[in-house]
């Protein structure tokens, strides 16, 4: 395992710089690497960063989201086996913005991952692009 590994809540809590770099190697690079099953990696990828934290509350998992970059995360609605989440932020804007085509694979995967432990149930999260709102709804579903 990787020393950085060990770290990931620390790197997402003393490392916040812009993000055009992360956009060109998640955008561009991991796609061009991962070919046609990029996007089940990246959900996967996710859910393995979320391991590497013990997660309590909602609002660490809202602040993992702010520190990293990948925008401002909402609690919307709540139902007996469904949760609701909203990402926005600049970066999210900007995103919509652009030619990129973009997915949310990696933070679906990881709110997936940070569900399951706080809820103590097996979740999935899928995710919907809402580019008029320049939003990002998740819906984490509770698969037991």
Known sequence: MHHN????DQIA???????SGYDLLRYVC??????KDATTILYVLGKNIARQIEWQTFDQVADFFNNTGWGSLTDIKQKRSEHIFELTGPAISQRMKSDLVVDYRIEAGFLAEAFQQLKGKPCECSE????????VAFHVLYTK
Do not use: H, R
């Open 5 to 8: 590994l060990n770290m990931t």
């Open 13 to 19: 809590e003393q490392l916040q710089t812009t993000g």
């Open 30 to 35: 991991l796609p061009d690497l991962l070919g």
């Open 128 to 135: 919907e692009i809402y580019p008029k709102k320049n939003t």
